[in-house]
Nanobody, 127 residues
């Protein structure tokens, strides 16, 4: 059984940065496809960024490209989301999710692709 625990959320001013962590237990993180999704109040959960198992090729949504970077530390069994140049539209609950297979690129942004989910961490961007 895989467990995911997110941390690192908080309140940040527009233009600021945060780094989220997703601690993975139960399997080596390199054997999982892991993604970050976010959900604002009243909106659907949306894909932000993720990486594939194995080599860890990364992918990100157009809305965060150039600002968010997803990375993996195999030794710590943790996936990170570095978020820069934050704006109020980035506010929401950020969840990490993991899949045991090798999703094709077009399915990486689909919530049903993932087998396990964390509880989420709140990110609020406000002055």
């Amino acid at each position: 059984q895989v467990q995911l625990v997110e941390s690192g959320g908080g309140l940040v001013q527009p233009g600021g940065s945060l780094r989220l962590s997703c601690a993975v237990s139960g399997r080596p993180v390199s054997t999982l496809a892991v993604a970050w999704f976010r959900q604002a109040p009243g909106k659907e959960r949306e894909f932000a960024a993720g990486l594939k198992r194995g080599m860890g090729t990364t992918y990100s949504a157009n809305s965060v490209k150039g600002r968010f970077t997803v990375s993996r530390d195999n030794g710590q069994n943790t996936v990170y989301l570095q978020m820069n140049s934050l704006n109020p539209e980035d506010s929401g609950v950020y969840h990490c999710a993991a899949a045991s297979g090798s999703p094709i690129v077009s399915s990486l942004s689909v919530t049903s692709t993932y087998d396990w989910w964390g509880q989420g961490t709140q990110v609020t961007v406000s002055s």
